[in-house]
């Protein structure tokens, strides 16, 4: 029997959320970011599921996860032939060998790596990254990319870029990448396809689908706009059980450093998953797990293995399930609750968490 800690993962709900992306960016195609082992959830589960409701375009980190996700498709789609891009590109020649072999779709941000895919052979296509604001990865200046690129064997499949502030509807920065971005493009090379937005952007932004929009934390559930819910449903229930309940009486303290002091008697649950599974050590004190409905307050540090709830006035027993996020609390919930957000939950859920799909 493994430990009962366990991130549920429905894949219903993953499919749906697709959909509901895949009508909101209308014309443009829809590039399922599973970077980070799908953003936690389990690569192994989401991407074969995200294939049979008809995604063809998937966006990892790099070449590793690549090579891993071309093998889990390899069933669905003996051929190969879905994208795969890779958003950090490529980092040394294992990685452009690997690019090569697998049939996997770079992006390139500079010179360098476009002479690793050329000293490896490649003879796919590549991304262009071009920075419009963010200050983070991309050229500043693609004309000199894409000619070398060119010169290399190398085919252009289309300019990417990536906003800052897409999260805020009316911040001034979207429309200023936005038209940075169209210009660079124009210049550049015209006919070739684009790709702006991630999930916030869909929302912010509907104007600017353009070609390919690239969604990762929609297709998890978590809307990316407070303000403008897109009715997306949660995929992943992150969940541990009670494997002990004690009674402690007034005085008594809890867990590390004896930060939680009891004023009156008390009972206590204590819960099979800590921070090395993913439970944020920020929440200790402060943070909420659910059962039967009811809300359940953190008491005490979270430990690497365990995690301390008052159960005091409830009839929680050894051998129920709790929640810490998913159907009851929301995840955007938990994470605002301290200061964080909700990619953080998700990609922390430690390695050794079972993902079941339901
Ligand atoms: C280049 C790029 N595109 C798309 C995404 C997906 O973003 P989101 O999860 O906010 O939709 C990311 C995420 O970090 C990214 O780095």
Redesign the pocket.
């Known amino acids: 029997m493994s430990r009962p800690a366990i991130a549920w993962i429905n894949l219903d709900h993953l499919c749906h959320n697709y959909r509901l992306l895949q009508q909101a960016a209308t014309d443009a195609s829809v ?1 399922a ?1 599973v ?1 980070a082992n799908a ?1 936690g959830h389990g690569l192994n589960l989401v991407a074969p599921a995200l294939f049979r409701a008809g995604c063809r375009l998937f ?1 990892v980190t790099d070449a590793d996860e690549g090579a891993k996700l071309r093998n889990i498709l390899r069933s669905d789609d003996p051929a190969g032939d879905t994208e795969i891009a890779l ?1 950090s590109g490529i980092f040394d020649a294992g990685d452009a060998s690997l690019a090569t072999t697998e049939h996997l779709t770079p ?1 390139i941000s500079d010179s360098a790596q476009c002479d690793m895919l050329q000293a490896a052979d490649f003879d796919g296509a590549a991304w262009i ?1 071009v920075d419009t604001g963010m200050n ?2 991309g050229a500043a200046e693609p004309q000199v990319l894409i000619r070398q690129c060119l010169q290399a064997g190398i085919q252009i499949r289309g300019f ?1 870029s ?1 906003l800052a502030c ?2 805020t509807p009316l911040h001034p920065m979207n429309r200023q990448q936005a038209e940075r971005f169209a210009s660079l493009c124009d210049q550049a090379a015209p006919q070739l396809p684009r ?1 702006l ?6 929302i912010s932004m509907p104007d600017q689908c353009l070609d390919v929009v ?7 559930g978590a809307e ?1 706009v407070a303000e403008k819910p897109m009715g997306l449903k949660p995929v992943m229930r992150m969940t541990a059980r009670v494997i002990q309940v004690r009674d402690i009486k007034a005085g008594e303290t809890v867990s590390y450093s004896a930060s939680f002091t009891a004023e009156t008697s008390m009972r206590i649950a204590i819960v099979s998953a800590g921070y090395a599974d993913g439970i944020p050590r920020a929440l200790s004190g402060c943070g909420q797990a659910s059962c039967h409905d009811r809300l359940l307050p953190v008491t005490g540090r979270v430990c690497m293995d365990y995690t301390m709830l008052n159960v005091s006035d409830t009839n929680i027993q050894s051998g129920d399930n709790v929640e810490f996020w998913g159907m009851e609390l929301a995840a955007n919930d938990v994470a605002s609750m301290i200061d964080t957000i909700s ?1 953080t939950l998700f990609t922390g859920v430690g390695e050794r968490v079972r993902r079941v799909p339901v």
């Open positions: 590039m970011v970077k953003y966006a958003l992006t990254k983070r990865l990417m990536h897409a999260d790709s937005l991630n999930s916030a952007g869909i690239r969604p990762g934390i929609a297709l998890y990316p990619y």
